[in-house]
Every structure is written in C-alpha cells, then in structure tokens.
C-alpha cells in the first residue's frame, strides 16, 4: 500500500492540484483550509489502525485480485463476513470521528459496478470488468480515495434526462474519439470530493433507450483538466475558522460534500467503465443504493453510540444521571440505535453472491435499515437535546470564557454538578449543539435522511421488493379462501 497512514494520506493530499472554490474564492491550499481540514482529518482516520482491539482486521483485509494485505475501503467483499465486516468497520469509525469519514460511497461504487460489468460483458461482448479489475488493482495498490459519484444535478425533475431544456443536467458523453470520450454535467453532494484522489462516476437513474449518452461510467483523477469544485456549505461551518475549537463543538473532525463540474473532461477507453448500455444503468443504480444503504447500518451507529454518550454525559453533569426518566430516554436512544445496527448486520448477513463472485447485500432488508435511518437519527437527536437542556442554544462563546472580566461569572453561574468543571460541561454542550443542529447534523441528520436516497426511494424499493402477492396467499389460505 503506497499511501499507508493518515499522515501520508494528508501529504498525498497536499500534492493534488485541483481548481477548488469556496465561500467565492478559489482555494490552493486545501489541506490546511481550518473548514476543510476536520472533514480531511476524518478521512484520514480510514487509514489509521487506531488503537481498538478489532481495528485493524476489520480496517484491512486479503486482496482477491492479488494485492495482498489491502485496505477494506478498496475491497471487493468475497462473502457475507466481509459484508458484515464492512458494516463493523464503518461503526467503528463512526464511533471515532462522530461523523461521515467519507470513504464508503468509491467502495460501494465499485463494488456495484464490478459484478454489473460482468454481467454486461457477458450480455453485450464488452470489456468493462477486466477495465475494471486493472482499475481496482491500481487502486488497492496505490490505497488512494475514490469518491463514488452518482447524484447527478437533475433540473426539471418532472424530465427525463433527454428531455431537458439543458442537455447537460445530467453527466453525459458530448464526444466519442478512438482514444476515449469526452464527458459534460454535474455531481451534486458529493461527499468527500475534496478528500478524494480519484472520482468514480455512475448514472443516476436506469436510462432508456434514447438515453445512451447518459448511460456513462468512468473513473477519473480528481486533477484532470476540466474538474471543479465548489464546496457546500453546512450550518455554523464559519466557527471553524474563528479559533474557539470548543464553539465548534467536534473541532477535530467533520464531514464535506462539494458540487464536481464536469467541463468537457476527457476520459481514456480504459478508465471507461459503461458507455451507452442502457439496460445495466439502473442495475448500478439499485447495487449501489442497496450497498449504501447498508452502509448507514454501520456509520450512523458509530455516531449514534457517541451521541449517547453524550447524552449520558451531559446528564451527569448536571447532575440528573439517575432520574428514572433521563435514564429511559437514554435506553430509548439505545434501542433506535442498535436497531439500526441489526438492519446492518441483518442485510449484511442474508447477502448472497453475484455471477461476478462479488457478494451483493439482501436489498430489501438494506432499504428497511436505510430507511429506518431516515427516522431514527432524528428522535435520538431529540431525545439528547432533551436531556442537554436549554443551554445546547443560549451558551455563551468559549472566548466569553477567556475573558477575565465576564469569565468567573460564567465559571460559577454556569457550573452544574460539583466536582465537574464548568469547560467540560460547555464542551459536551457545545458538542450536543454541532451534532444535532451545528456542522455535525450535517452528516447525523439531513445525510441520514437524504444520503443513499431520500425515503421516498427507499419506499419504492420496498414495495417492489416485499412481495406482496406472496403474503395475500399466505392470508387466503389460512383463511380458508380458495378464489
Ligand atoms: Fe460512509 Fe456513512 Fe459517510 Fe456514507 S454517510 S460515506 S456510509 S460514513
Ligand atoms: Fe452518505
């Protein structure tokens, strides 16, 4: 592995040079941008083993292409424990970072698009996977970041991609050449693109027959002529660059998602992946919905158990850690919580494998996890704020607390238990306040409601999926009813 810790992860950082915007200026120096920076700290944590007992077999595993010990995060999962392995791995990083650490959408990405280019190359004569499979090796050797590109901008979301007023609302091929194609369009979303070496794009949606420019997947560096980037701002994002680190609540880390334009970018035929075959479009789109959404299984629980933390924290400050209703809210974020991790480890474990050899998660069980997530997250939020207090929104700033004037009234106005210092009860306060409205909600809250899909998504997928006229046989039957 090239890149083989967070250290030289963020020095491979400092090489990439990319046409990146922010707040209207053009940003040189991502790597130590304070607003950047957290979410690049939280990808970095994807290359360090840490120091948790299961760490380092859940971040690394064996190459099935050869490459030896490898990073999970450019695997292709070869059974049901690395599926489930998958969801442990992303739990524990989540527990780490309290936050998205961005790495998951590349590996979901390729692993939806290499059993799909099997299965293309065995339908249309195409060579995808073995393009796919060099790609992969490159990537497992080098350890780079592969940011998984799917949400295209959409427009008018009443038409169809051929029918809008703007051709390029969604990525599409503006020129076939004998070396390769030349790709126009937008990714909206896109987590992590800052922190990425490499952006993989797929379609957003199953294309029709009119459709083929719009049916494209490629890889492509993220320094290729013709990429920019404009980072999406988040809620109180600012604070990061004011110096107060307790006013940011989680100042180490935090998470990113940046709109990638695509001006005329050219990509060579061997990092082409789909061009034209529209009948594989949407099956890309479903693998890596599902795998996704799985995916949420696994990170949002990691955040969830420090939330809960928090909570229990915060109520110990304060002195109320053993009212009997303090601790059933806590059990109750508990239950949400682990929940969530079942849906995880249940899809995981019901995972079967495709002709490719790459094992595929059990859809319909991956959509209820997701969408599970889509509702929980938000009443865990609710039940910290409650037991947080008031304070969550109406504490003062961290450099009130350095004022010598007003900071021995905030010491003693301000202190809740005794034995607890008045600073670590504004930390965990001010940390409640990023993870449930600040940056941190970000990545807990509206990613958890839109990422992978919105619900609605996640509702179609579940009523195709749950075989409904199988049920109305088991209820006919039972009841005696022959018609
Ligand atoms: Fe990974 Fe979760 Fe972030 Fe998606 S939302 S990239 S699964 S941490
Ligand atoms: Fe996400």
């Not at 995880?344 to 595929?360: F, H, K, V």
């Not at 059990?362 to 889509?374: M, S």
Request: aromatic share 8%; with cysteine; glycine share 8%.
């Amino acid at each position: 592995m090239k890149i083989d810790s967070a250290e030289s992860y963020i020095e491979s950082m400092r090489e990439l040079k990319r046409k990146i915007y922010l707040l209207g200026d053009r940003v040189d120096n991502a790597v130590d941008h304070p607003m950047i920076r957290p979410s690049m700290n939280a990808m970095a944590e994807t290359y360090n083993v840490g120091d948790e007992a299961d760490a380092a077999d859940l971040l690394f595993c064996e190459s099935h292409l050869g490459g030896g010990r490898i990073s999970r995060f450019t695997h292709i999962h070869q059974d049901t424990d690395d599926l489930v392995n998958k969801v442990l791995m992303q739990r524990l990083l989540g527990r780490r970072t309290s936050t998205c650490f961005q790495r998951c959408v590349g590996m979901d990405g390729f692993n939806a698009l290499y059993s799909v280019t099997h299965e293309c190359d065995q339908e249309h004569g195409t060579e995808y996977h073995e393009r796919l499979k060099e790609y992969l090796r490159f990537v497992q050797e080098e350890n780079v970041v592969v940011d998984g590109a799917m949400t295209d901008v959409k427009g008018d979301r009443n038409l169809r991609p051929s029918e809008q007023a703007d051709p390029d609302l969604f990525v599409h091929v503006v020129e076939r050449r004998p070396d390769g194609i030349v790709v126009r369009g937008a990714k909206a979303h896109q987590t992590g693109a800052l922190n990425s070496h490499e952006i993989l794009v797929m379609p957003t949606t199953a294309m029709r027959e009119d459709e083929g420019d719009y049916a494209v997947s490629f890889a492509v560096p993220a320094t290729a002529p013709g990429i920019t980037f404009v980072l999406g701002r988040q809620p109180s994002d600012t604070r990061k660059m004011e110096g107060s680190p307790m006013d940011v609540g989680n100042p180490g880390y935090g998470s990113q998602e940046a709109l990638i334009i695509f001006d005329d970018v050219f990509i060579p035929w061997e990092r082409v992946f789909m061009c034209g075959e529209v009948d594989q479009s949407g099956k890309v789109v479903e693998r890596f919905a599902s795998y996704h959404r799985q995916s949420y299984g696994g990170c949002k629980v990691g955040v969830g158990d420090v939330l809960i933390g928090a909570a229990q924290l915060a109520a110990a400050y304060q002195g109320v850690e053993r009212a009997s209703h303090v601790r059933d809210k806590i059990t109750e974020m508990i239950h949400l919580n682990e929940t969530l991790f079942s849906c995880g480890i249940a899809c995981s474990s019901r995972g079967a494998a495709t002709p490719s050899g790459c094992y595929m998660v059990d859809p319909l069980l991956a959509n209820v996890c997701k969408h599970n997530v889509t509702r929980f997250p938000f009443e865990i939020s609710r039940l910290l704020q409650d037991i947080a207090g008031g304070l969550v929104v109406t504490m003062p700033s961290e450099k009130d607390f350095e004022n010598p004037e007003v900071a021995p009234y905030l010491e003693k106005y301000l202190q809740g238990k005794d034995g607890v210092t008045t600073r670590d009860r504004m930390k965990i306060i001010k940390f409640i306040e990023n993870m449930t409205m600040g940056c941190g909600a970000a990545a807990y809250l509206t990613e958890s409601i839109h990422g992978a899909g919105s619900p609605q998504a996640q509702r179609i997928m579940i009523s195709r999926l749950g075989n409904l006229p199988e049920k109305v046989q088991y209820a006919k039957r039972l009841a005696g009813i022959e018609s």
